[in-house]
């Protein structure tokens, strides 16, 4: 059995999961509203305050998709409940991060300013050097985090760039001079 699969998912007070034909399954809370489909052979069931995922045989697509759909669902529970957030820290001599209305504006060292629009669903901060971003669903903010850490990754030499605020960076030291 999945480790992570077999669990149950708990359904906290304020939060209904609703599960339609072809697997597809609606969530709704506080924060707004998820829906995805999943796989037709998975069974999703949901019993009084939880959700119970189920496979079919120990085939190996369905042992993966077994863990997948119950990770998916209790994210998808997570974030129109409590909402999910990642915040980057932007370091080095000349770069700043401001917020437009609904657009960022990064200047990083290019000849240009970045801009970047948020996407819908998701909603950027800023306050000084720290950009939040922040949202419902879970992989539209870990994809929009990734794309600003995209637009300068942090460097070895002086960790000049856009780094995750938890993410440690390994320093190089430079080179040194012939004597």
Known sequence: ????????????????????EGNTVTVKGPKGTLER??????GIDVNGNEVVVTRPD?????KALHGLT???IHNMVVGVSDGFSKVLEVNGVG???????K???????YSHPVEMEDPEGVESAVDGNKITVSGISKEKVGQYAAEIR?????????????????????RK???TGKK
């Open 70 to 72: 119950r990770a998916l």
């Open 150 to 170: 995209g637009k300068r990754p942090p460097e070895p030499y002086k960790g000049k760039g856009i780094k995750y605020s938890d993410e440690f960076i390994r």
């Open 103 to 109: 657009k960022l504006v990064l200047s990083l060292g």
């Open 58 to 62: 120990d085939k190996k697509e369905n």
């Open 173 to 175: 030291v430079g080179k």
């Open 1 to 20: 059995m999945s480790r992570i699969g077999r669990l149950p998912v708990v359904i906290p007070a304020g939060v209904t999961v609703d599960v339609k």
């Open 95 to 101: 770069y700043k991060a401001q917020k437009q209305g």
């Open 37 to 42: 489909s999943f796989a037709p052979q998975i």
